[in-house]
T-cell receptor, first 117, second 114 residues
Framework: GAVVSQHPSRVICKSGTSVKIECRSL??????MFWYRQFPKKSLMLMATSNEGSKATYEQGVEKDKFLINHASLTLSTLTVTSAHPEDSSFYIC?????????????FGPGTRLTVL | GQNIDQPTEMTATEGAIVQINCTYQ??????LFWYQQHAGEAPTFLSYNVLDGLEEKGRFSSFLSRSKGYSYLLLKELQMKDSASYLCAVRSWGNSGGYQKVTFGTGTKLQVIP
């Protein structure tokens, strides 16, 4: 079964609005959560890494004021796309790192498809 | 920086064996993952290697050589449902230390034909 959930799975919003995406680890405590963005037929692009209780580390070129990340607990991280514009339309995927069945690995959520009109 | 290379596309026959290679260059290496991703879906975890050698899981095996910066994913007894993209991903320590990040290759699109 799924070990990482993501909500919502799909969202359509108007330009200028903000959208919050939640990522939850279901069967384990995630010491670190990652947020990725994927364009059609492209690989995953890491946006930021967040550790519980501390500020996220953003990759070069990712605007931290536009993509707000909060990692409030060991099972929940949120990504807020502020003042979304059509170019922010993409597939956003979170992943959570933790120990599951004695294996240190990284599991992905099902992704959120954001469409900004 | 990091550099991860894998073939863009591969085609193989149902029932056969296919090997997907991945080479990488990174500092602070701390593990290599293989993921399967079907179109329009998020990746699913296949394997993780942090020590040299072969890890076998059913029809899938993954090999790592840290000294050579090389890994491969081996798929046996191919099935039509194995048609997907296979992503190689390398975990390493961040530039400022204290955190780790995972960088993905561009993926290998595997097509399994009858």
């Amino acid at each position: 079964g799924a070990v990482v959930s993501q909500h919502p799975s799909r969202v359509i919003c108007k330009s200028g609005t903000s959208v919050k995406i939640e990522c939850r680890s279901l069967d384990f405590q995630a010491t670190t959560m990652f947020w990725y963005r994927q364009f059609p037929k492209k690989s995953l692009m890491l946006m930021a890494t967040s550790n519980e209780g501390s500020k996220a580390t953003y990759e070069q070129g990712v605007e931290k004021d536009k993509f707000l990340i909060n990692h409030a607990s060991l099972t929940l991280s949120t990504l807020t796309v502020t003042s979304a514009h059509p170019e922010d339309s993409s597939f956003y995927i979170c992943s959570a790192r933790g120990e599951l069945r004695n294996t240190d690995t990284q599991y992905f959520g099902p992704g959120t498809r954001l469409t900004v009109l | 920086g990091q550099n991860i290379d894998q073939p863009t596309e591969m085609t193989a026959t149902e029932g056969a064996i296919v090997q997907i290679n991945c080479t990488y260059q990174t500092s602070g290496f701390n593990g290599l993952f293989w993921y399967q991703q079907h179109a329009g879906e998020a990746p699913t975890f296949l394997s993780y290697n942090v020590l040299d050698g072969l890890e076998e899981k059913g029809r899938f095996s993954s090999f790592l050589s840290r000294s050579k910066g090389y890994s491969y994913l081996l798929l046996k007894e191919l099935q039509m449902k194995d048609s997907a993209s296979y992503l190689c991903a390398v975990r390493s320590w961040g530039n400022s230390g204290g955190y780790q990040k995972v960088t993905f290759g561009t993926g290998t699109k595997l097509q399994v034909i009858p």
